[in-house]
Nanobody
Framework: QVQLVESGGGLVQVGGSLRLSCVVS????????MGWFRQAPGKEREFVAV????????DYADSVKGRFTISRDNAKNTVYLQMDSLKPEDTAVYYC?????????????????WGQGTQVTVSP
C-alpha cells in the first residue's frame, strides 16, 4: 500500500506564490512517476506536471509552463510543486499521484495512487 499526503494549499492573491508538498510513504518502488493534477468545481481533473523519480525528467501542462516548477527530494520521498504568478484560473483542489514504472504519464487514469488533495484558492 502507498500513502500520499499533500500539504501547502491555501488562499493567495493574484500574482502570489505557493509551494505544495506531497510525501510518499508505504510500499516503495525503484522507479515511478510523480504527478500533480488539479480539479476545479464542475470541471474534470486535469494534468499539471509530472516528474520521474529516477532521472528527473519533467513535463508540464501548457497552462502552467513558466510559472510552476515540479521538483523532488528523494531522501524525503517528497515531491514539490512551486507555483508562482498565480492566476484565478489556478483555483482548484490539487492532487499528487504516483505510478510505478518507467513511463511518464499525463492522464489521470494512468496513475495508481492518489493523495486526498489540498485546496488552492487564488483571489482576484
Amino acid at each position: 500500500q502507498v500513502q500520499l499526503v499533500e500539504s501547502g494549499g491555501g488562499l493567495v492573491q493574484v500574482g502570489g506564490s505557493l509551494r505544495l508538498s506531497c510525501v510518499v510513504s508505504g510500499r516503495t518502488f525503484s522507479t515511478y512517476a510523480m504527478g500533480w493534477f488539479r480539479q476545479a468545481p464542475g470541471k474534470e481533473r486535469e494534468f499539471v506536471a509530472v516528474l520521474m523519480r529516477s532521472g528527473g525528467s519533467v513535463d508540464y501542462a501548457d497552462s502552467v509552463k513558466g510559472r510552476f516548477t515540479i521538483s523532488r527530494d528523494n531522501a524525503k520521498n517528497t515531491v514539490y510543486l512551486q507555483m508562482d504568478s498565480l492566476k484565478p484560473e489556478d483555483t482548484a483542489v490539487y492532487y499528487c499521484a504516483v505510478r510505478p514504472g518507467i513511463i511518464k504519464p499525463t492522464m489521470s487514469s494512468d496513475y495508481d495512487y492518489w493523495g486526498q488533495g489540498t485546496q488552492v484558492t487564488v483571489s482576484p
